[in-house]
């Protein structure tokens, strides 16, 4: 799978788990955090992995919390992206998590080869320098065991380097993945007959991506470069 989330998407992964513990009911219940934590809830169930690794975890203890005596639940983080009280009180609270110091692409000899089910990520490659993300899937593609699957969401808008079809699609291709399902080029225009793109509501977008208020930040006369939809990643180690 390579496309972008439809609004079906999260109506469909709302309907299947809104009786369940992992719905939040809050701000972001339509937002592409929640989108990507249910897609790749989805995804262990789908694959019952025994272990699995997380890129860029940070301050979220929730697969720790909700997932972590399930199976052998490790990180992948670098503590200089965050507050470093907050990132200390984060990790002292989590239970069932093995921490390792560093990025995907940098090939730590921490992660060991052939190793892990499942490598997952949620809004977090969109942060990886577009030049860097093919060495983060050869090294992803290096830690997963023969059919071993990496799923991700990427939060793009239509003029974010990752927005770029064709390059990521190479990337993928030539880290030595075969998709699960065709992938799809993506569609922005809204009067296409595609499902309608996901999109970020947009207060989270000014109050939590550009730390703005809404009522205060100028709207652009080019809209585009202040919406962001999220791209679906989902394939399996040759």
Sequence with gaps: MLRLATCK???DLLGHYNKTKYINDNDFAWGLKQLGTLF???QIEKTKPRNVLEAGAGLNLFFDTHFGQLFEYWISDSSGFYPEEAFKEAMSLRRNTRYVDGLLGDFSSELPENYFDLVFSISVLEHTPFNKLSSVFKDIHRVLR???KSVHTIDVNPYSPAANFSELLMMIEGAGFAFDQEPLKFLWDIHSAQEPVLLEPLRIVYE???RKNINEYPVS???GRYYFGSIMVSVIKK
């Design 208 to 210: 939590y991506y550009y």
């Design 221 to 223: 006369p080019y809209p």
């Design 146 to 148: 023969p059919g071993g």
């Design 9 to 11: 998407d999260l109506i």
């Design 40 to 42: 790749c809830i989805q």
